[in-house]
C-alpha cells in the first residue's frame, strides 16, 4: 500500500494560469512526484470522475456554472484538505465581472447577442453548455476551504511553500506578503 499523498487539481472558471504557475514548479515536480499520487488533475491526468479519499486538492477559479458548482460539492465531499488556488478560486475575480450586469439573462444577451458580429444566438444545448448560475462566487461561499493561496496566479514559490508543509503533514504558514499578496 502506498503511503504517498492523494493529489488533485481542479480547474472551475478561471484562465488556467494558475495551473500553469503549477507547472512553473520545474524540476520540484519530480521532488513532489515522489511524495503525491495525482489522482485528478487536467493537467496531471486524464481521469474523469473525482476520486474518493483525496488528502489534497488545490481548486482553481470561481464557481461560475452548474457544472462548477457540482463539481466543488464533490470535491468538498471527498477531500481531506481543500485549498483555494488563486484569487479567482479565493474571491471570484475577473469572472465575477459579470455579475456587475445583474443575472444570467443579462450576460448572454450582452455576450451572445449585442457584441456578436455574426450568428446572433443563445447558447442552448441541454447537457452540453452548462446552465450559469446567477452570480460568479468564491469557492468559500459554496463550501469550507482548509487553506486560501491568493495570487492571480500564485508564484511557484508560493505554490511550493504551501504544499511542502502538507507532504510532511504540517499545515503551510499563510503570513507575509510572499505567502498572501493579491494579484
Not at 141 to 158: H, K, L, N, Q
Request: proline share 7%; charged share 25%; with cysteine.
Amino acid at each position: 500500500m502506498s503511503n504517498k499523498i492523494k493529489f488533485a487539481t481542479v480547474w472551475l472558471a478561471g484562465c488556467s494560469g494558475c495551473h500553469m504557475s503549477f507547472l512553473d514548479l520545474d524540476e520540484w515536480l519530480f521532488e513532489l512526484a515522489n511524495h503525491v499520487d495525482v489522482v485528478y488533475s487536467p493537467v496531471g491526468s486524464d481521469i474523469k470522475e473525482y476520486p474518493e479519499n483525496v488528502d489534497v486538492c488545490l481548486v482553481e477559479g470561481g464557481v461560475a456554472n452548474q457544472d462548477n458548482l457540482e463539481i466543488i460539492l464533490d470535491v468538498r465531499k471527498k477531500t481531506k484538505t481543500l485549498i483555494s488556488f488563486g484569487d479567482c478560486a479565493v474571491t471570484a475575480n475577473v469572472p465575477a465581472m459579470r455579475n456587475m450586469l445583474g443575472g444570467t439573462s443579462s450576460v448572454l444577451e450582452r455576450a451572445y447577442l449585442e457584441l456578436a458580429d455574426e450568428n446572433k444566438q443563445l447558447p442552448y444545448a441541454p447537457g452540453i453548455v452548462p446552465e450559469l448560475l446567477d452570480k460568479v462566487r468564491p469557492v468559500h461561499e459554496i463550501v469550507p476551504v482548509d487553506i486560501f493561496m491568493p495570487g492571480c496566479p500564485p508564484s511557484a514559490d508560493r505554490i511550493k511553500a504551501t504544499l511542502e508543509p502538507l507532504l510532511k503533514g504540517e499545515k503551510p504558514k499563510m503570513v507575509g506578503r510572499e505567502m498572501i499578496k493579491f494579484g
